[in-house]
């Protein structure tokens, strides 16, 4: 039998659902709140054709729980939540609907704040920012950041850094093979960045015709998107799915590292132990891509949107990621469930601060 509300909420320790309905306009949206300890719940608000209400319910809160335990790693002072809009981006959009979302944003009075995700964009979110300044990711012309993917492309790069360091005693990409799967906003930025740094880089996309772009741009071997993941390399850098290290693909990595932008590149957790047994170094993706979210949040700062600023704070996660192999080491376990210890110590110990003078 299928989970009632209530029982998925306890499942990770949720602590709002709100709905947002609207008949003309068609508004059917959810964001969900996970964890408030260590400030604001911050995360995007994705548009999407759910099949069903209950698949957007479970997707809102897998989804906010991730961002709590991103916002959390990268020091953040941000707890995580979600929007998802329950419909088709190109078919159910309209300025309607994404300010009425704006405005029931505004209710929550700055318990969440949101930007861009899969099926919104910045232009999206400028509209809505016209009924609450509680939407983030506006456009430059508005004051905000803009666009973000080379911010995050970034973050990955100082993770491979710190992933190179313990693995070959030097951080320096120069000389490095890396293989990137998937060459969108953050792929490409990515091999940008690692060309510019003297790696070696190759490439792979469905989108074939993006792929000959890139390449001819950079400079860059394109191979069989079904083949990139087999090279043998430094480093695979997997930017485009979810899923991709899993029970079919991890016997065919002939890499060291593995460090990249997808979300949720791990199918099941126990493929994190899988990589390890194996001798490759997982950098977990919530601890390497979260440079968006930092460049992002720059503009709530007091003196509004630092560029400059905003990437120092991108380039703490080489920090991070070498806390994150440091702790795995000392503990004897996986990256990834480092990287949750991390992030629980910290909430655990934010909430023990709270509550010592309430
Ligand atoms: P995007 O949609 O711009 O790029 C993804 C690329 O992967 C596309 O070019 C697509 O054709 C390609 N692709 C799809 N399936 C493929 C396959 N099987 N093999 C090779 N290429 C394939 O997306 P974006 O923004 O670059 O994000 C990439 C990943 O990083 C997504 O999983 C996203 O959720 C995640 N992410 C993105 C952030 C951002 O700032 N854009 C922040 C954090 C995570």
Same mark, same amino acid.
């Given at each position: 039998?299928?989970?009632?509300?209530?029982?998925?909420?306890?499942?990770?320790?949720?602590?709002?659902?709100?709905?947002?309905?609207?008949?003309?306009?068609?508004?059917?949206?959810?964001?969900?709140?996970?964890?408030?300890?260590?400030?604001?719940?911050?995360?995007?608000?994705?548009?999407?054709?759910?099949?069903?209400?209950?698949?957007? &319910?479970?997707? #809102?809160?897998? /989804?906010?729980?991730?961002?709590?335990?991103?916002? *959390? #790693?990268?020091?953040? !002072?941000?707890?995580?939540?979600?929007?998802?809009?329950?419909?088709?981006?190109?078919?159910?959009?309209?300025?309607?609907?994404?300010?009425?979302? @704006?405005?029931? &944003?505004?209710?929550?009075?700055?318990?969440?704040?949101? @930007?861009? %995700?899969?099926?919104?964009?910045?232009?999206?979110? %400028?509209?809505?920012?016209?009924?609450? !300044?509680?939407?983030?990711?506006?456009?430059?012309?508005?004051?905000?950041?803009?666009?973000?993917?080379?911010?995050?492309?970034?973050?990955?790069?100082?993770?491979? =850094?710190?992933?190179?360091?313990?693995?070959?005693?030097?951080?320096?990409?120069?000389?490095? *093979? +890396?293989?990137?799967?998937?060459?969108?906003?953050?792929? =490409?930025?990515?091999?940008?960045?690692?060309?510019?740094?003297?790696?070696?880089?190759?490439?792979?996309?469905?989108?074939?015709?993006?792929?000959?772009?890139? #390449?001819?741009?950079?400079?860059?071997?394109?191979?069989?998107?079904?083949? &990139?993941?087999?090279?043998?390399?430094?480093?695979?850098?997997?930017?485009?799915?979810?899923?991709?290290?899993? %029970?079919?693909?991890? !016997?065919?990595?002939?890499?060291?590292?593995?460090?990249?932008?997808?979300?949720?590149?791990?199918?099941?957790?126990?493929?994190?132990?899988? /990589?390890?047994?194996?001798?490759?170094?997982?950098?977990?993706?919530?601890?390497?891509?979260?440079?968006? +979210?930092?460049?992002?949040?720059?503009?709530?700062?007091?003196? @509004?949107?630092?560029?400059?600023?905003?990437?120092?704070?991108?380039?703490?996660?080489?920090?991070?990621?070498?806390?994150?192999?440091?702790?795995?080491?000392?503990?004897?376990? !996986?990256?990834? =469930?480092?990287?949750?210890?991390?992030?629980?110590?910290?909430?655990?110990?934010? =909430?023990?601060?709270?509550?010592?003078?309430?």
């Amino acid at each position: 039998m299928e989970k009632s509300i209530f029982e998925l909420m306890e499942e990770y320790d949720y602590e709002n659902i709100f709905f947002c309905q609207e008949k003309t306009l068609g508004l059917k949206a959810i964001i969900a709140i996970h964890n408030t300890t260590l400030g604001p719940a911050a995360g995007g608000c994705r548009m999407w054709p759910y099949e069903t209400e209950a698949d957007a &319910i479970k997707d #809102a809160l897998r /989804l906010a729980r991730g961002m709590t335990y991103k916002n *959390a #790693a990268a020091g953040l !002072p941000y707890g995580g939540g979600k929007c998802v809009i329950i419909g088709d981006p190109k078919r159910d959009k309209n300025e309607g609907l994404l300010r009425l979302l @704006g405005r029931f &944003i505004n209710r929550l009075d700055g318990l969440f704040l949101t @930007g861009v %995700d899969v099926g919104t964009t910045i232009q999206d979110m %400028d509209i809505m920012r016209l009924e609450s !300044p509680h939407v983030v990711t506006v456009s430059e012309a508005m004051g905000g950041p803009g666009d973000s993917g080379f911010a995050t492309a970034f973050g990955v790069f100082q993770g491979i =850094r710190a992933c190179l360091k313990e693995v070959y005693g030097s951080p320096l990409p120069q000389g490095r *093979a +890396v293989a990137v799967q998937g060459v969108g906003a953050v792929g =490409r930025e990515l091999v940008k960045q690692l060309v510019e740094t003297g790696a070696i880089v190759s490439i792979a996309d469905v989108d074939q015709e993006k792929a000959k772009q890139v #390449a001819a741009q950079y400079n860059v071997e394109v191979v069989e998107p079904e083949n &990139i993941h087999r090279l043998d390399v430094d480093v695979y850098s997997p930017c485009a799915l979810g899923s991709v290290l899993n %029970d079919q693909t991890i !016997p065919e990595l002939h890499c060291k590292i593995v460090c990249g932008c997808a979300n949720n590149q791990l199918a099941e957790e126990r493929h994190g132990d899988l /990589l390890t047994q194996q001798g490759i170094l997982y950098a977990p993706d919530y601890i390497v891509n979260a440079g968006g +979210v930092v460049y992002n949040v720059e503009s709530l700062s007091p003196g @509004g949107f630092n560029r400059q600023h905003a990437l120092e704070g991108v380039a703490h996660i080489y920090r991070t990621m070498g806390n994150v192999i440091a702790l795995a080491k000392e503990q004897n376990i !996986p990256t990834y =469930r480092a990287a949750d210890t991390l992030v629980e110590q910290r909430i655990a110990l934010v =909430r023990k601060v709270k509550s010592l003078v309430v």
